[in-house]
């Protein structure tokens, strides 16, 4: 029985379009990313999955522990359901959710801010400086890691911190360990260029030669940029964590003495993306089933829905792919629509109204956004239903 036909026998009671998790597949995707990781924790990147009941699962597997969560109110939600160990690892102004913090101690203990200046530093004992009692609150800094050539004319990686040397690094720290009720708790740096970039992208071979020079060579310099920086760091702080990577870069980041941790969190879903790069083989895990509602014209179907676009530069890889039956593509005048979809194709002559096409999204916890719940496949049987933060309500992003 192929995965087409596993996937409609176990949800033929559902009514499309919903949300699938093939749990024999995140299962073998967790195994690989552990064995990649190479003995070092995985904290698990919570915007990749984007459902209290998957965090769970995830983290009582061995070799994951701690969550990297996106936002504050999402962190103080999960550790309100008994997750410890949050690190937000993106600035917040959120001065309510900062003030929510800093009383309750139990919450405070368990979570962790991210700032990268002394203006983020200001902001959060500002925003708590009416909190009495108020408890301690844990900080980890975010450095840039960015990699910059030619004299900084030329930068592969995210535009995140301002902070990229080991001097810029301790002044920060040393601004933390003066300021009363704060204790700095760890660094996390995430090599955008490496983890969320393909190295094996179709068609360009002379991009697909750049493209590895570069994760090379940024490689080369993380592994000496960070080690100065953690030092340097060390000197003013006892530091819990140092976390770094993504599921695209494990294998690298894992082998720097300063890493403690590593985040992941897409590959256990294996999304779109993940085919482009060289070393990942992970299975789909995650797939939404939308219905055919028309046959137009000989060779195309219409589905309902499908303009499930994934964040990051406009670009045809940032749509869904159609994925099963194979052989189905969108038409170029219309793509992904925000209610209903053309598919073209030689596959689309055996599909009739009602027939179900599977895509995968081109990212992970996006998905989650789309839908409620997540249903969860074993070989052909539907073994559970799992609501995602929005199925409980929550639309943190």
């Known amino acids: 029985m192929d995965d087409r036909q596993r996937y409609d026998r176990a949800t033929a009671a559902l ?3 919903f949300a699938v998790l093939d749990v024999a597949a995140m299962r073998a995707n967790a195994a690989d ?5 190479a003995g070092k924790p995985i ?3 919570s915007k990749s999955v984007r459902s209290r009941a998957i965090l769970e699962r995830v983290l009582a597997m061995d070799g994951f522990h701690g969550v990297m969560a996106f936002t504050l109110p999402e962190a103080l939600w999960l550790a309100a359901h008994g997750f410890t160990d949050l690190l937000v ?3 917040t102004a959120d001065r309510r959710a900062l003030a929510e913090l800093a009383g309750d101690t139990r919450a405070a203990d368990r979570i962790t801010v991210t700032i990268d200046s002394a203006a983020h530093l200001e902001f959060v004992d500002a925003a708590v400086a009416g909190v009495r009692p108020r408890a301690e609150i844990r900080l980890c800094i975010d450095i840039d890691a960015g990699y910059v050539a030619f004299g900084g004319k030329f930068r592969a990686g995210a535009l995140r911190s301002p902070i990229r040397g080991p001097d810029a690094a301790a002044d920060l720290a040393a601004a933390i360990a003066k300021r009363p009720g704060f204790r700095l708790a760890g660094l996390m740096a995430y090599e955008a260029q490496i983890a969320g970039l393909g190295d094996a992208p179709p068609g360009n071979a002379v991009y697909t030669r750049a493209i590895r020079l570069m994760q090379a060579r940024s490689a ?6 960070r080690g100065r920086i953690v030092n340097a760091v060390r000197h003013l702080a006892d530091l819990e964590f140092v976390n770094g990577g993504g599921t695209g870069s494990i294998e690298t980041t894992v082998r720097e003495k300063a890493i403690t941790e590593v985040a992941a969190g897409s590959g256990l879903f294996h999304p779109r993306l993940f085919d482009f790069y060289r070393r990942l083989s992970g299975h789909p895990a995650a797939l939404f089933a939308l219905p055919v509602v028309r046959r137009p014209a000989q060779g195309t179907v219409t589905v309902l829905g499908g303009g499930y676009l994934a964040s990051g530069a406009p670009e045809p890889s940032r749509l869904p792919q159609p994925y099963l039956p194979p052989g189905l593509r969108y038409s170029p005048d219309e793509g992904a629509g925000e209610v209903q979809t053309p598919l073209l194709g030689q596959a689309a002559q055996d599909l009739r109204i009602g027939d179900r096409v599977w895509f995968r999204h081109a990212k992970a916890g996006e998905l989650c956004e789309r839908f409620d719940a997540l249903h969860l496949v074993d070989g052909d049987t539907l073994v559970e239903s799992v609501p995602t933060y929005r199925g409980e309500g929550r639309t943190f992003l």
């Open 89 to 91: 690892a993106y600035p």
């Open 15 to 17: 009514e499309a379009p």
């Open 43 to 45: 904290r698990v990147a």
């Open 220 to 225: 080369r310099d993380l592994l000496v940029r």
């Open 33 to 37: 990313l552990v064995r990649r990781a």
